[in-house]
């Protein structure tokens, strides 16, 4: 088999840039607003969730469960 080719020119999300243009109407499209507004925020929910992972000491010192401690008390 050979190996996998790319058939499209697209851009990985990362590396896309997007902008806004204002565009005057009569009546505000709300559906877009609301779309606009939903996934900035699920953006910055997930910039701000991983920040807070990387600050946060890991539980590496756990209490011993169960199962754990009886194999250690058979010792």
């Keep these: 088999m ?3 080719a790319k058939k499209t020119d697209r851009r990985p999300y990362e590396e896309r840039s997007f ?3 204002a565009v005057h109407r009569e009546r ?3 559906h877009k607003l ?5 996934r ?3 953006q ?8 807070r992972a990387a600050e946060r000491v890991p539980d590496t010192y ?4 169960d ?3 009886a194999s250690e008390a058979a010792r």
Excluded: F, K, N, Q
């Design 44 to 51: 910055e929910t997930g910039e701000s969730r991983a920040a």
């Design 40 to 42: 900035l925020t699920l």
């Design 34 to 38: 609301a779309e606009v507004l939903i």
């Design 62 to 65: 756990r209490a011993a469960t």
């Design 67 to 69: 199962g754990l401690a």
């Design 19 to 21: 902008s806004v243009r």
């Design 2 to 4: 050979s190996r996998y």
């Design 28 to 30: 505000a499209d709300l």
